[in-house]
C-alpha cells in the first residue's frame, strides 16, 4: 500500500499533462475580428487523431530558431499538409513568420525579418 499514494499522484500528474497538451493544440490567434470556434474544434480533432502536434511540442522548436514574443499563431492548410504559422516579435522589435509542419514538428519557413 505505500506505492500506491505515489502511483496515484503520478496519474494525477500524467492527466494534468495530457489536459494541457489538449488545450496547448488549439490554436491560438491573436485577432480581435476573428473568433471562430470552429478551428478550435478542427484543431482539437486533428490532435486527437495524431495528424498534428500540440503547441506545447512545437513552442521550443519556434522559440530556438527565432526568440521573442510569440503574437499570433494560425493553423492553415498549405498543399497536403497541416502548418503552424507563428508570427514572432523579436526584441529588435521585427516580425518574423514562422511556419512549423504540424503532423512533422519542424521548420518549413523562416521570414526573416518580414517586418
Known sequence: MQHALPMK???????????????????????????????????????????????????????AKAPGDVVAVDLIRMADRWVYRFQVVGADGRRKTVDVDAGAGVIMRDGEGDR
Request: glycine share 8%.
Open 9 to 63: 499522484r503520478r496519474w494525477k500528474r500524467l492527466a494534468a499533462l495530457c489536459l494541457a497538451g489538449l488545450v496547448l493544440a488549439t490554436p491560438l490567434v491573436a485577432r480581435a475580428d476573428e473568433d471562430d470556434d470552429g478551428d478550435h474544434d478542427r484543431a482539437r480533432d486533428l490532435y486527437e487523431r495524431g495528424e498534428i502536434k500540440g503547441l506545447a511540442n512545437i513552442l521550443d522548436v519556434v522559440r
